[in-house]
């Protein structure tokens, strides 16, 4: 069964620009790098469109997913009930161009830092606020291949009948062997 998309998310217009100038920035740090920002410009204008073009954010009934690359693409499905965490980061650049820097962690994820990291989506806290709902809309409806929540006292007389079961195989072991 394929899940509904619920949001779509899109990327701010002003992206590009983001990237181009941290990069350029990152350049005219060195003296080496000053040269290399006549490259910088055109492939990095072609090459941050060419990305922008290729990434995606979808919120489904289930899960959150994200495809991005230009050479290598990659596609992440995280689980909503696995994520942990929803981050926005807001550096004094990125306040500038009127982005945010949205983290998603989840449970059980190795390494330090965040899954899934996107720079750019237009309304980043409305996403944010979209995918918690939806994640607590899942947790809060029963899981249909979830087995039903025994009461204590039936769950108590289930331990009691398997003990009393291994007591009797026990028994009937320890009389095999005396044989």
């Known amino acids: 069964m394929e899940d509904k998309i619920i949001h779509q998310a899109d990327f701010e217009s002003n992206l590009g620009l983001y990237w181009l100038l941290s990069g350029a920035s990152y350049f005219s740090l060195s003296i080496v790098g000053i040269p290399l920002l006549l490259l910088w410009f055109p ?9 922008i073009r ?19 693409r990659t596609e992440n499905s995280v689980p909503l009930d696995k994520i942990t965490d929803m981050a926005l980061i807001q550096g004094p650049i990125m306040r500038l161009f009127g982005l945010h820097k949205l ?4 449970a059980g994820q190795s390494g330090a830092g965040a899954l899934i990291s996107l720079v750019g989506i237009v309304d980043a806290p409305q996403f944010r606020t979209r995918v918690l709902e939806q994640k607590e809309r899942l947790t809060q409806r029963p899981h249909p291949a979830s087995p039903s929540v025994q009461p204590d006292d039936a ?9 009393a079961s291994l007591k009797r195989i026990e028994a009937l072991l320890s009389q095999k062997l005396n044989r």
């Open 155 to 163: 769950l108590l007389q289930n331990v009691v009948e398997m003990a």
């Open 43 to 51: 492939i990095g204008l072609w090459g941050t469109r060419r990305y």
């Open 54 to 72: 290729n990434i995606s954010a979808e919120l489904t009934s289930n899960k959150l997913i994200v495809r991005r690359g230009i050479l290598t």
């Open 103 to 106: 983290t998603v962690e989840t």
